[in-house]
């Protein structure tokens, strides 16, 4: 341990957010870091505890805490303080391919393991990681390092989400030739078209693709397997293929006119504004506008936030959010304890924006949509809002939420987005492939395995064990590396 009272003598500090008013002006990355020198100070906070939950990466009560990936935390945060950046990045990439995509968009489960956290306030780790993967760029540590050695096994990975490339950078490394088929135009899944622009600029995912080309890794766009290219084709001319494509079919809202136009999934109204904006910085207009317009947001989470952020910098004129479940406190309650991921209430860059522009914030909790009411020509123009309360079921004695008759109000609205959260796979892919899936239509495997019921077919990330982290994707990437590797080598020595 480089500094044993680090923890007490230092506080903690973060990179610093560019004000609201300023950062909704555009779709840049609004974080700005810490020098050099203050970033090695919040090295010096970690204690190199006995038991690092951080690293641990389990799930308790639910929800994960400490790092999914297992990364190697309190050697880095000791190597940084101590000024030994470029071990520190070798450290890192020891368990995580894609630091600067984590250190970006992971909500950090690290952080709430640490143990500063269960008396005080945890250890910046999420922007430690950040600055070691910076640091590492702008000072020529990542290099581009192909494989000397070739296998002659040819593997084929179908979407070029965070799981898809880990698993590509993890064989690539092995020697076998890899070749990642993704159906939109532009490599990175979910990270590309599912993450805007202000969480994970996109010359961030361009700047490791690059290097990945560069070390051997083949990628082609525009090619949907199941539709315009066959999966038969994909089975005779490779030895293994891998299903990496995501959750991607967006949870519905059942309610009545649900039909009106002007009521759009949250995944297509930010793939649009992402896409136009790398295209022509928004002025084709071929995206799903917001601006002047009314909007409710359905649901809550990451995927809610980014249609409340991106709605501001659209220029809407009214942004609510409906959450059916009840506020969280804002401490951990009894039955929530260290190191527990904290169940508490959090303000997300969006609601921030929006608390900002329009003087409250916009959330509305314990309250969903009734009825969606339209125009004569069949567009949306209001919303009956109902409140929600919690209630046992008698005879399964679950709670759940229910209806408050009387409490029905309505709302003028001119765009809803719907962010209710995503099912499993989608059904084309798996029955190209004719693999079997559960009733959540995630791909069967055997329990913590990554081979489907066909032969030579694996799976791994959100359609293997439904909407997760980016970070977990990362996990699953490695592990369906390791299978694939030892399925056609009889031994695998990755990582």
Known sequence: MGKPTGFLEFDRENSKAIKPRKRIKDFNEFHIPLSKERQETQGARCMECGVPFCQSGIVLNGATTGCPINNLIPEWNDLIFNGNWEQAYNRLLKTNNFPEFTGRVCPAPCEAGCTCGLNGISVSIKDNEM?????????GFVKVAAPKVRTGKKIAIVGSGPSGLAAADQLNKRGHQVTVYEREDRIGGLLMYGIPNMKLEKHVIDRKVDIMKAEGVEFVTNTNIGTNYKASKLMREYDSVILACGASTPRDIKSPGREAKGIYFAVDFLKATTKSLLNSNLEDGEYISAKDKKVIVIGGGDTGNDCVGTSVRHGATSIIQLEMMPKPPDERAQNNPWPEWPKVSKTDYGQEEAKEIFGEDPRSYETTVKEFISDEAGTLIKAKIVKLTSKRDEESGRMSMVEIPGSEYEVEVDLVLIAAGFLGSESYVTKAFNIEVNQRSNVITEEDKYATTVEKVFVAGDMH???????????????????????????????
């Open 465 to 495: 064990r439904g909407q997760s982290l980016v970070v977990w994707a990362i996990r699953e990437g490695r592990e369906v590396a390791r299978e694939v590797d030892s399925y056609l080598m009889g031994y695998t020595n990755l990582q």
């Open 131 to 139: 600055a070691i993967i910076e640091e590492a760029y702008l000072n």
